[in-house]
């Protein structure tokens, strides 16, 4: 079993910055950031590999910078220039490398952004 922390959510004026962490009990080949928000499905926001190998969705591109640390197990999220729209839970997701590897997410925490 995996258990994934995050930490680092809250209330954010427009323009401004968080950053959120997440710490992974053991290593694994994939992790990053979904987000959900009220009434809507979950997103893919960033993911990164242990090789630091990078995905953005474009609505976040240029503004949101995945990183990790391999030796703690755990990846950041550093969100700059905030909007409202990017108000949501965002979970921590993670998956062993391989099409049979066992998807693993933490229980979210919130980002609202105010106008």
């Known amino acids: 079993q995996v258990q994934l922390v995050e930490s680092g959510g809250g209330l954010v004026q427009a323009g401004g910055s968080l950053r959120l962490s997440c710490a992974a009990s053991?290593?694994?080949?994939?992790m990053g950031w979904y987000r959900q928000a009220p009434g809507k499905q979950r997103e893919l926001v960033a993911t990164i590999t242990s090789g630091d190998s990078t995905n953005y969705a474009d609505s976040v591109k240029g503004r949101f910078t995945i990183s990790r640390e391999n030796a703690k197990n755990t990846v950041y999220l550093q969100m700059n220039s905030l909007k409202p729209e990017d108000t949501a839970v965002y979970y921590c997701?993670?998956?062993?490398?391989?099409?049979?590897?066992?998807?693993?997410w933490g229980k979210g925490t919130l980002v609202t952004v105010s106008s």
């Open positions: 997701y993670a998956k062993h490398r391989g099409p049979i590897g066992m998807n693993y």
């Open positions: 053991v290593s694994i080949f994939t």
